[in-house]
């Protein structure tokens, strides 16, 4: 309170002195000026990080000092080319090149062959030009985004050789499906009801893909146990059925990592948890409230069961090994047989609802949680404003979050090792437990 009434006694400039503040300093910085400090500071960054290169051993012919001067003069001559004439910027362009060409024959005459610096020095140049343009945030970008690609360069350089061929080749074989073929799977329905549709499976198939290609290189870049968390939490926001898919077949292929992995899925059931709750809260904020209590127990005795298996395993001498096999980093078959599962799911779930009409609800609800538990999610919050009550919603809901549950159990007793099939149980029954208690709860509150 005594700061309060102290700053309201300091005396406020009136809207006279701002406006004069405010032309001095438009006096004082003009466009120009403005461009040309943008190109200075460019200058120094990029600069700075060449200077440190050399200082470490690397040579090379232009440091601080180059770069600044570089990025002035790609701003000054535009600023002229402005001014007087176009012609001045198409003399100044050719001469860079011509000037930054000789410098790199002499220095290939010393067996130094790296292009690096010279295509840096082009950019300060050219990034001069855009800040005497004023494209003031265009600039900064670029140079941003050139510093940390200099800065980074040896880590990259070291990174890479550690990818082995076959890494390689599933590198390819990843980028070909998601970039070449995803894009030109016609968007069109086919089959029963037309409920297949090509693109939507490919998106599937390369959801799972990605999850397994991404979670191997973090993985083997950043640790195991980092690289499964990160995996599980993030594949856990939109598919913990594909991290169950993956991590249980990982876990068979890298046994030692076995017990990792069974946490990975419990950490991916956490986020599935918490993320029921909030998807019927964006529809309705009354079947969130019956959902609340019940995620939240069931996301923390998952989490909780977690971090419990990792602090006991990885205790004492149960380190994890160095020279631990990763297994395949992209198997297409496995992700092509969960799209086929997909498929099997939603053709299943659309005869249910047709043959059982009303009661079909609760048999799509058991059904449609075998693979993702978000489209009943919004299909039962979003009915509750119209035909069914909250309190029915919830309880389809929480049915499909035991269906999905029931079949993670299901796909790790089916693929993965023994050692996880008793974690991933343990943890998840007392979720079972929670889900069926709050089933009656919710029955009995509605049936009052």
């Known amino acids: 309170m005594n700061v309060l009434l102290y700053a309201n006694c300091i005396p406020k400039p009136n809207t006279h002195q701002r406006n004069k503040m405010h032309d001095i300093l438009n006096h004082l910085l003009t466009p120009f000026l403005l461009s040309l400090l943008v190109s200075v500071g460019v200058g120094l960054i990029m600069g700075l990080e060449r200077e440190f290169e050399s200082v470490s051993g690397s040579e090379h012919f232009a440091g601080l000092r180059t770069f600044v001067l570089a990025a002035t003069l790609g701003c000054v001559v535009t600023y002229l080319a402005t001014k007087f004439s176009f012609n001045i910027l198409l003399v100044a362009i050719p001469s860079i090149f011509f000037l930054i060409g000789v410098f790199h024959f002499s220095k290939v005459k010393k067996e130094h062959f790296g292009l690096v610096t010279e295509f840096s020095l082009l950019l300060v140049f050219f990034l001069g030009v855009l800040s005497a343009l004023h494209l003031i945030k265009e600039t900064l970008t670029v140079a941003v985004i050139a510093s940390a690609l200099l800065t980074v360069g040896n880590k990259?350089?070291?990174?890479?050789?550690?990818?082995?061929?076959?890494?390689?080749?599933?590198?390819?074989?990843?980028?070909?499906?998601?970039?070449?073929?995803?894009?030109?799977?016609?968007?069109?329905?086919?089959?029963?009801?037309?409920?297949?549709?090509?693109?939507?499976?490919?998106?599937?198939?390369?959801?799972?893909?990605?999850?397994?290609?991404?979670?191997?290189?973090?993985?083997?870049?950043?640790?195991?146990?980092?690289?499964?968390?990160?995996?599980?939490?993030?594949?856990?926001?939109?598919?913990?059925?594909?991290?169950?898919?993956?991590?249980?077949?990982?876990?068979?292929?890298?046994?030692?990592?076995?017990?990792?992995?069974?946490?990975?899925?419990?950490?991916?059931?956490?986020?599935?948890?918490?993320?029921?709750?909030?998807?019927?809260?964006?529809?309705?904020?009354?079947?969130?409230?019956?959902?609340l209590v019940p995620c939240l127990l069931m996301s923390g005795s998952a989490a909780g069961y977690a971090l419990f298996i990792t602090k006991i395993k990885t205790s004492g001498s149960n380190k994890l090994s160095e020279n631990i096999q990763l297994g395949n980093p992209l198997d297409l078959l496995n992700a092509a047989f969960f799209g086929l599962l997909y498929i099997g799911i939603i053709i299943t779930v659309y005869y249910a609802n047709l043959y059982f009409g009303a009661k079909g609800l609760f048999v799509s609800g058991i059904i449609s949680g075998?693979?993702?538990?978000?489209?009943?999610?919004?299909?039962?919050?979003?009915?509750?404003?119209?035909?069914?009550?909250?309190?029915?919603?919830?309880?389809?809901?929480?049915?499909?979050?035991?269906?999905?549950?029931?079949?993670?159990?299901?796909?790790?007793?089916?693929?993965?090792?023994?050692?996880?099939?008793?974690?991933?149980?343990?943890a998840l029954i007392p979720a079972l437990i929670v889900a069926g208690i709050s089933i009656f709860f919710i029955y009995q509150k509605q049936a009052i």
């Open 370 to 426: 075998f693979a993702d538990v978000d489209a009943i999610n919004i299909s039962a919050s979003k009915l509750s404003l119209v035909q069914i009550s909250p309190e029915m919603a919830a309880i389809v809901i929480l049915f499909a979050v035991i269906s999905n549950t029931l079949f993670k159990i299901g796909v790790c007793f089916l693929r993965g090792t023994r050692e996880m099939v008793r974690q991933v149980v343990c």
């Open 156 to 291: 990259l350089r070291s990174t890479i050789k550690q990818i082995t061929q076959d890494e390689l080749y599933a590198f390819v074989r990843f980028t070909i499906i998601s970039l070449l073929i995803l894009p030109y799977l016609p968007n069109e329905n086919f089959g029963p009801a037309e409920l297949i549709n090509p693109k939507n499976i490919g998106i599937v198939i390369v959801i799972v893909s990605s999850l397994s290609f991404v979670g191997y290189f973090i993985i083997k870049f950043f640790g195991a146990q980092r690289g499964i968390f990160f995996t599980a939490f993030f594949g856990g926001t939109f598919s913990s059925t594909a991290v169950t898919w993956i991590f249980s077949t990982k876990g068979r292929e890298s046994t030692g990592l076995s017990f990792l992995y069974a946490a990975g899925i419990l950490v991916a059931c956490a986020v599935m948890f918490v993320r029921v709750a909030i998807v019927a809260a964006l529809f309705n904020t009354q079947v969130f409230k019956w959902l």
